[in-house]
């Protein structure tokens, strides 16, 4: 069973820095597309990041120049280094990758960035 856990998560003040993490298990060794998502209260999940199982990555408007991406496929660990915080980068961070063309979530890690 494909598991994904996220940590890192925490509340910071604007401009502020965070490392998120994702730990992936129970899957086949092996590199796939990857990706971080955020949901904020009463909205849609949105994605952040995608990172493709070839490295190719697709930051979404807001965070790019401030968010950062990375892979460690020994250790099965994807990371989003995010500087520079803003109050609306408060959400719920999820972290999805697809295995066997089937998407797999994390339970999520809650990022509140305080004005």
């Known amino acids: 069973q494909v598991q994904l856990v996220e940590s890192g998560g925490d509340s910071v003040p604007t401009g502020g820095s965070l490392t998120l993490s994702c730990v992936a298990s129970?899957?086949?060794?092996?590199?796939?597309?990857m990706g971080w998502y955020r949901q904020a209260p009463g909205k849609q999940r949105k994605v952040v990041v995608t990172?493709?199982?070839?490295?190719?990555?697709k930051y979404g408007v807001s965070v790019k120049g401030r968010f950062a991406i990375t892979r460690d496929g020994t250790k099965n660990i994807v990371t989003l280094q995010m500087n520079n915080l803003k109050p609306e980068d408060s959400a719920v961070y999820y972290c999805?990758?697809?295995?066997?063309?089937?998407?797999?979530w994390g339970q999520g890690t809650q990022v509140t960035v305080s004005s």
């Open positions: 990172l493709t199982r070839f490295g190719r990555t």
């Open positions: 129970g899957r086949p060794p092996g590199i796939n597309d």
């Open positions: 999805n990758e697809e295995v066997g063309r089937r998407d797999y």
